[in-house]
């Protein structure tokens, strides 16, 4: 705990002491459950670093996650960056939507062991839970840390935000080479890339790109399961 304690201190980013004893203890059911199953092939001496500073560098920027927000984690996994967000933001309410049925299992644990009240764990596929009235346009932010082009992360999480509402994806530099085609799928969606921000010190720096919801999704988005990333929405070539 101490050394999660360092990092975020480092970085900017405070948090309560007991929630910090939370993530430690998410953190070793992580470290314990990784050797019966796949949810991270980051070691152990970088996962303070590479998931939960890296979870929770937005909070630097207290607008990505206004209070009491709805947040859906799509393609949750792990629990990245879901559940560090809803360990250091209990007024934030988030839904973890994971297709794993393993996966689910590890963070209903975490869930129940931590007494995480705030969370909700899914087991669904992005293309279901965008088309169940449920979800579909629920959120107030739809968050995904996930690598894949930005194309494709718009059709997975606008069809779940709310107007008004936004799309935060964790990206890479690389992601200015692939805003032709994400600016293109955000208007087909009802978005509009609002901007791309660099968040954090110079040596844990990492690039979001938030996207904004300015209308309803038309009701064919999202295709089918599988339909997006076979036949990702790209800009019309003239």
Not at 61 to 87: N, T, Y
Not at 92 to 103: P, S, V
């Amino acid at each position: 705990m101490e050394e999660l304690r360092r990092t975020l201190d480092a970085a900017g980013i405070r948090i309560p002491e007991d929630r910090l004893a939370l993530m430690g203890r998410y953190r070793d059911m992580l470290l314990d459950w990784n050797t019966r199953m796949d949810l991270t092939n980051v070691s152990e001496q970088d996962t303070v670093r590479r998931h939960f500073l890296d979870s929770l560098l937005p909070l630097r920027e207290k607008e990505l996650f206004p209070q009491g927000a709805r947040i859906v984690d799509v393609g949750s996994g792990a629990g990245f960056p879901g559940l560090p967000l809803a360990i250091a933001r209990p007024d934030l309410k988030l839904t973890l939507l994971e297709a794993q049925g393993k996966r689910c299992g590890f963070l209903t644990a975490v869930k129940e062991a931590l007494g995480l009240e705030n969370v909700e764990v899914l087991q669904s596929r992005a293309e279901i839970a965008g088309q169940d009235g449920r979800y579909r346009e629920q959120f107030d932010r739809a968050a995904a840390r996930a690598v894949a082009p930005l194309n494709l992360l718009c059709e997975y999480l606008l069809p779940l935000v709310k107007v008004g509402g936004a799309a935060i994806c964790w990206k890479g530099p690389g992601v200015r080479e692939e805003m032709e085609d994400g600016e293109a799928a955000a208007m087909l969606l009802g978005g509009r890339i609002e901007r791309i921000a660099e968040i954090g010190p110079d040596d844990t720096r990492h690039t979001l790109a938030v996207i904004r919801k300015w209308e309803k999704t038309v009701p064919q988005y999202p295709r089918k399961n599988g339909i997006p990333a076979k036949r990702p929405l790209k800009k019309t070539k003239t």
